[in-house]
């Protein structure tokens, strides 16, 4: 006979703190307790806030920001759980055969229909010092990971060169994130919400995470459908 499939609250569940061999991961330990401190607060503060966001979400908006630890989009842009969607990855890079992108692109266009893309990028990226580093150094096969993810961004950084010298790192940041823009406006996913939506889809939007001061600057490359009134400036080079 076979068993019954069982689903959400029926699945039995542990105590994390219970099960947890602190003495061999105290620093995980220490998260735990933080998130039980966390729970209890919000809990405290909002009873509703759980069992309003148990059933879905409604984000209007949908950030594609870097990994780096220090920019949580959430906190920084003084936002709750449930606000922003999210997808981040090593300096905000979007390329087309990119799926795990394009798949939350879709679900944030079709699904929750969001209004706003946001590229955030940050200053001191690690990812892009990194691909400013390669680009100074005669181009190499590129055997890891990372040199092929970075690798759009090292051509970029390449491209900004000047006699002068390779660009700054704020300015390859910005430049950057002006290029994800015009990659996403270019991406099929972004065309064929414009197609569905009209003068009402998607606008995408470039802004720049200042480590040094927590502002968020507005690069004023904003755009959105052709049919909807202009937004701004295009800027970037395109690769695809
Ligand atoms: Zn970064």
Not at 68 to 76: G, L, N, Q, S
Request: aromatic letters at 6%; one cysteine or more.
């Amino acid at each position: 006979m076979t068993a019954p499939i069982r689903i959400g609250r029926e699945v039995s569940r542990v105590d994390a703190n219970e099960k947890h061999n602190s003495d061999v991961y105290p620093e995980l330990k220490e998260l735990l307790m933080r998130n039980q401190r966390w729970a209890k607060h919000t809990n405290a503060r909002d009873p509703s806030f759980f069992p309003r966001h148990y059933p879905g979400q409604r984000p209007e908006v949908l950030w594609i920001g870097c990994s780096d630890a220090r920019v949580p989009e959430t906190m920084i842009m003084g936002s709750q759980p449930g606000d922003i969607f999210v997808h981040r990855g090593i300096a905000n890079l979007y390329t087309p055969n990119d799926d795990s992108l394009n798949a939350v692109l879709m679900i944030a266009l079709i699904n929750f229909k969001v209004k706003h893309i946001i590229v955030g990028g940050h200053s001191n990226c690690v990812g892009c010092q990194t691909a400013l580093r390669a680009s100074l150094l005669p181009p190499v096969p590129e055997t890891q990971a990372i040199q092929r993810y970075l690798k759009p961004l090292t051509q970029l950084a390449r491209l900004m060169a000047t006699e002068e010298g390779p660009p700054s790192l704020d300015l390859l940041v910005e430049e950057n994130v002006a290029q994800q823009v015009t990659n996403l406006l270019a991406s099929q996913v972004v065309q064929d919400d414009w197609k569905r939506r009209g003068q009402f889809g998607v606008t995408v939007h470039g802004w720049v995470y200042q480590l040094e001061n927590g502002i968020v600057r507005d690069l004023g490359v904003s755009q959105g459908p052709p049919t909807a009134k202009p937004g701004g400036r295009r800027m970037g080079v395109r690769f695809f």
